[in-house]
T-cell receptor
C-alpha cells in the first residue's frame, strides 16, 4: 500500500526565515510526485511535479527536490502570502488513476 | 475555460437522505476523481475514472456511487447519508496518469 507522510504538521516562520517541508513516501514504483498548495476554503492548486531522484524544480521562492525516499519543499525568504497548506501526493506506476496524498503541512508566515 | 466546476457549494442533509454532487470539466481530461477532506487531513480518494464508462473504487468508497457517461461529467451519489460523511468533497481532473490534477472549489456537506 502506498503511503505518504508529511512533516511537520504545522510550521510557523517569520517573514524572511527560510525552511523546508518534508514528504516521505513508500510506493511500489514511483511514477511521479506532486506538490500542491491549498488556501483555506479552496481546492488545491498545482505547484510541481518531480519524476526521478535528483530532479529539482523552482518557482519564485519555492524549490522542490526528490530523492528515492523523500521530497523536500524549500521555502526561501518566505512572505506572508506564502501562508497555506502544502500537500504532497504520489502516483504509483501500478495504480493507474490513483494518487495518494499526505496530510499536509500548514505554513504560517508572520510579518 | 471554466476548469472544474462543482455544485452545490454547500449542502445540509438529514441522516438517510440521498443526493448527488455534480462535477464537470471542460478541459477534455480523461481522468477524474472524487476526494473527501476532513479537518486537518489530506485528501482521501473515494472513486476515480480513467475514461467515459470506466470507474473504480478508491480507498473510502463505501456509501458512495459514481458513473461516467460522458468525458465532461462525473457525479458522486450519496445513497443514504450518514453523519460520518460530513466533509468537504473535491472533484479533480487530469489529462493523464503523469499529469497534475486540477481541482474544483469543493462542496461542503453537513449531515445531521
Amino acid at each position: 500500500e502506498d503511503q505518504v507522510t508529511q512533516s511537520p504538521e504545522a510550521l510557523r516562520l517569520q517573514e524572511g526565515e527560510s525552511s523546508s517541508l518534508n514528504c516521505s513516501y513508500t510506493v511500489s514504483g514511483l511514477r511521479g510526485l506532486f506538490w500542491y498548495r491549498q488556501d483555506p476554503g479552496k481546492g488545491p492548486e498545482f505547484l510541481f511535479t518531480l519524476y526521478s531522484a535528483g530532479e529539482e524544480k523552482e518557482k519564485e521562492r519555492l524549490k522542490a527536490t526528490l530523492t528515492k525516499k523523500e521530497s523536500f519543499l524549500h521555502i526561501t525568504a518566505p512572505k506572508p502570502e506564502d501562508s497555506a497548506t502544502y500537500l504532497c501526493a504520489v502516483q504509483a506506476s501500478t495504480n493507474a488513476g490513483k494518487s495518494t496524498f499526505g496530510d499536509g503541512t500548514t505554513l504560517t508566515v508572520k510579518p | 475555460n471554466a476548469g472544474v466546476t462543482q455544485t452545490p457549494k454547500f449542502q445540509v442533509l438529514k441522516t438517510g437522505q440521498s443526493m448527488t454532487l455534480q462535477c464537470a470539466q471542460d478541459m477534455n481530461h480523461e481522468y477524474m476523481s472524487w476526494y473527501r477532506q476532513d479537518p486537518g487531513m489530506g485528501l482521501r480518494l473515494i472513486h476515480y475514472s480513467v475514461g467515459a464508462g470506466i470507474t473504480d473504487q478508491g480507498e473510502v468508497p463505501n456509501g458512495y456511487n459514481v458513473s461516467r457517461s460522458t468525458t465532461e461529467d462525473f457525479p458522486l451519489r450519496l445513497l443514504s447519508a450518514a453523519p460520518s460523511q460530513t466533509s468537504v468533497y473535491f472533484c479533480a481532473s487530469r489529462k493523464g496518469i503523469d499529469y497534475e490534477q486540477y481541482f474544483g472549489p469543493g462542496t461542503r456537506l453537513t449531515v445531521t
